[in-house]
């Protein structure tokens, strides 16, 4: 068991090294809406584990399963997380609040 939770935890932090580097979201070229550095906000405010489902999602393009097995939950949790997740993000995206 203790094995599994330091695999876990080492496969954690490789994907932390691969998709959480900060220069990694970079506006589409012609898309003068998307705020960039609120996105990034947006992205810090979600938990590790949220925001690990939404880079490996949509950035990695993984599916719920594939990302179900890297982080050791069930594919359809991954798919609870995601929703919420995004809800969050779009929340965070169109509030009037300043980004900080």
Do not use: N
């Not at 399963?65 to 169109?94: D, N, P, Q, S, Y």
Request: hydrophobic share 45%.
């Amino acid at each position: 068991m203790v094995k599994d939770l330091r695999r876990l935890e080492w496969r954690r932090e490789k994907l932390r090294a691969a998709f959480m580097v900060q220069d990694m979201v970079e506006a589409p070229v012609g898309d003068a809406t998307l705020d960039v550095d609120r996105l990034e906000t947006c992205l810090a405010r979600l938990a590790e584990r949220e925001r690990m489902v939404v880079l490996l999602t949509f950035y990695a393009e993984r599916t719920a399963g594939e990302v179900g097995k890297e982080l050791g939950v069930k594919e359809g949790h991954v798919r609870v997380i995601r929703h919420r997740a995004v809800e969050r993000l779009r929340t965070c995206m169109t509030s009037r609040e300043v980004a900080q």
